[in-house]
Each structure stands twice: as structure tokens, then as C-alpha cells.
């Protein structure tokens, strides 16, 4: 069974800054690709950023600059940096990774930008 736990999500004001923290109940976690997306209200999931077993990452155009993902794998953890928010940052954040053809989600963690 794998089981992903988010923190680290809260209020920020516009420009702030948040480091989100995902912590996976899961073995032989260094080759799995861990990943993090975001659903912003009345919108659709969307794909934020993934950091593969190598370390390489990928992080969705639009955050490029803003965003940056990390992984500990020590800590079975792994992390997205979120900087210079903007109020069309605010969603809940999710982690997830997949095994065998099944993706699993953290229960999620709600980042808020606003004055």
C-alpha cells in the first residue's frame, strides 16, 4: 500500500513564499518519479511538477520560474518550493506517484495567495 502525506500548504501574501513537503509511506522509494499537481475551484487537476528516480525534473511552463521540486531520498520526501506566489496560485496541491498502472494521491494541501 503506498500512502502520501502533504504539509506545508497555508496563507501567503502575493510574492510570499511556501516549501510543501510530501512524505511517502512507500519501498524502494528512490526509483519511483514523484509528482505534484494542483486543482485551483471550479478548475480541472493540472500537472505542476515531477522529479524522476535520476533527479531530473520537469515543471510545467507556466510556474518554471517560480517553482522548483526536490527530493530527499533519505526521507522518503519530496518537495515543492514555491516562490513569488500569486493569488492564481491558490488551489489544493496534491502529491502523487504511480505504481504499476496506478496513481496514488495525498489527501492534499491547501495553498491560499491572497492580501
Known amino acids: 500500500q503506498v500512502h502520501l502525506v502533504e504539509s506545508g500548504g497555508g496563507l501567503v501574501q502575493p510574492g510570499g513564499s511556501l516549501r510543501l513537503s510530501c512524505v511517502a509511506s512507500?519501498?524502494?522509494?528512490?526509483?519511483?518519479?514523484m509528482r505534484w499537481y494542483r486543482q485551483a475551484p471550479g478548475k480541472q487537476r493540472e500537472f505542476v511538477a515531477s522529479?524522476?528516480?535520476?533527479?531530473?525534473?520537469n515543471v510545467t511552463d507556466s510556474v518554471k520560474d517560480r517553482f522548483f521540486i526536490s527530493r530527499d531520498n533519505g526521507r522518503n520526501t519530496h518537495y515543492l518550493q514555491l516562490s513569488r506566489l500569486k493569488p492564481e496560485d491558490t488551489a489544493v496541491y496534491y502529491c502523487?506517484?504511480?505504481?504499476?498502472?496506478?496513481?496514488?494521491w495525498g489527501q492534499g494541501t491547501q495553498v491560499t495567495v491572497s492580501s
Open positions: 522529479i524522476n528516480s535520476g533527479g531530473l525534473t
Open positions: 512507500l519501498s524502494s522509494y528512490p526509483l519511483y518519479t
Open positions: 502523487a506517484t504511480e505504481r504499476g498502472y496506478t496513481m496514488y
